[in-house]
């Protein structure tokens, strides 16, 4: 597949002059996760969480071996595999999805290998995705993936982990581009029934060496740990949690209370 090339200036709303645009508003930062190719409405999940207060939207393109994912986005990414999902279907549908905020594509750097990381982030950049995480690529081997990204104006999202140390935090976060994603426990993404102390720890000290962004995610799963988050951090990632509600059956609308519960706590704050 080959998508209508967009220019670099035209790719929708890039992410992080978007993100910095509701920030300077006042506006605490909501990005949802979507399994795309999961269910054959998922394209109208994306819109409906969109529509119901999500600043952004960050779609998983599933992978085999998803080192980052735990149960619920697994299972999510297998049964969507198994319907036949691709890459690049899975770009196909996002071409013309007028979600109406910026989409951020999650997957791992075998796809874009794959694929070619040129043709690749050019095929982001045409689908009218601004921003790629790719977060089994360490900083220090980033550099292929950023230069073909950057020369498509796709922006690449770094994880920030908890057990960074100073100097390589601060590296992290000069080299990111769109947020800063500081992860907000050790271990693989999933629902919890608490905030961990890690989640406010490593916002804090990213926002220390930065001005972009910092969203926390991995282990924020309800609006009260959303708004406890946004104490420190300018806003949250949520995956699981609203996966698990997919994975239930609740759809479009299920995703749609629940993002816009999640956007009533954070407003509320």
């Not at 220019?7 to 002059?17: F, M, R, S, T």
């Not at 890459?87 to 979600?99: C, F, K, M, T, V």
């Not at 609006?223 to 951090?233: H, L």
Request: hydrophobic share 50%; charged share 20%.
């Amino acid at each position: 597949m080959t998508l209508t090339p967009t220019a670099p200036e035209a790719v929708g709303a890039q992410l992080e002059a978007h993100l910095r645009s509701r920030r300077a508003a006042g506006r605490k930062l909501l990005v949802p996760y979507v399994t795309g190719g999961y269910g054959d409405d998922w394209v109208d999940v994306v819109r409906a969480v969109a529509d119901a207060g999500a600043d952004a939207v960050e779609v998983g393109v599933p992978f085999s071996d998803p080192v980052m994912d735990g149960p619920t986005i697994q299972r999510a990414s297998e049964l969507a595999l198994a319907a036949g999902a691709t890459p690049g279907s899975i770009l196909d549908q996002l071409h013309g999805s007028d979600a109406g905020v910026p989409l951020a594509v999650m997957t791992y750097y075998n796809i874009a290998d794959h694929w070619g990381l040129e043709r690749f982030a050019s095929e982001l950049a045409g689908a009218g995705v601004c921003a790629a995480i790719l977060p089994d690529v360490p900083l220090e081997e980033v550099g292929p993936w950023t230069a073909a990204a950057d020369a498509a104006a796709v922006e690449t999202v770094l994880l920030a982990a908890p057990t960074a140390p100073d100097a390589r935090l601060e590296r992290i976060c000069a080299r990111a581009r769109g947020f800063v994603y500081a992860v907000g426990l050790l271990g693989v993404t999933g629902a919890r029934s608490a905030l961990a102390a890690t989640a406010t720890e490593i916002a804090g000290r990213c926002k220390a060496v930065t001005d972009r962004p910092v969203l926390v995610g991995v282990g924020v799963s309800d609006a009260a740990q959303a708004r406890q988050a946004c104490t420190v951090a300018d806003g949250v990632v949520i995956g699981s949690a609203l996966v698990d509600r997919l994975l239930a059956g609740e759809g479009p609308d299920g995703a749609a209370r629940f993002v816009a519960e999640v956007r009533a706590a954070l407003d509320a704050g």
